[in-house]
């Protein structure tokens, strides 16, 4: 028999997630640098002890909050190994966009903070490296499988599509911040895909 979590444990999660939503949304709105641990111990409604009790520092807190809207993200999308067709990929990506826009704090978490760590010095750098490298993989291995089955094949370099749509994206997700009522992201980026042959659903 499995034993029950402990109320103790079941307590330190809802403590950890709080200070993650915490810090989420106060990245969001100031960027890295100008938010402190104490700023989102207060903002989480703790002391600024009992925040490094779960977080040993800013940086492993930013990196922890990037890396869970990653695995939501990932959980969302699914794979090869989920068993989906190239095409059901496509459509969960292009969804996945639609779903960003209902989503503005993190969109703009990732547009201010993705900015800030083009500097090599910023904590979150490596991170972004490997984000765009591992993107850039997964979006060459889509496209190229999605330009394999279409017919007849369809002639474009899935590497140079892939940076390409991700810089999209990118761009689109500036756009809508400042403009949300103008910018559609979602049908930018079905038009895009239909410019290269493919037909998302």
Do not use: C
């Not at 997630?17 to 938010?35: C, M, P, Q, W, Y």
């Not at 990653?70 to 959980?75: A, I, L, M, N, T």
């Not at 017919?151 to 761009?171: E, F, K, N, S």
């Amino acid at each position: 028999m499995t034993e029950p979590t402990p109320r103790r444990g079941r307590k330190g999660e809802r403590t950890r997630a709080r200070i993650l939503d915490s810090a989420t949304e106060l990245f969001s709105r100031s960027g890295f640098h100008a938010v402190s641990l104490r700023d989102i111990a207060a903002h989480a409604g703790m002391t600024h002890a009992g925040l490094l009790h779960h977080f040993p520092g800013k940086e492993s807190l930013l990196i922890q909050v990037l890396s869970r809207r990653d695995e939501v993200d990932g959980e969302l999308m699914g794979g090869p190994d989920d068993g989906l067709s190239p095409q059901e990929l496509l459509d969960r990506a292009v969804e996945q966009v639609a779903r960003n826009m209902g989503t503005p704090g993190l969109v703009g978490l990732y547009v201010k903070i993705s900015g800030e760590a083009a500097d090599p010095g910023h904590p979150a750098h490596d991170y972004f490296v490997q984000r765009y490298r591992r993107l850039r993989r997964q979006a060459a291995w889509l496209l190229g499988a999605l330009f394999e089955r279409a017919t007849p094949p369809l002639d474009h370099d899935p590497d140079a599509v892939a940076q390409q749509l991700i810089a999209l994206v990118d761009g689109l997700q500036t756009q809508w911040l400042l403009d949300p009522d103008q910018v559609d992201m979602r049908a930018a980026v079905i038009t895009f895909l239909k410019q290269l042959g493919l037909q998302p659903r």
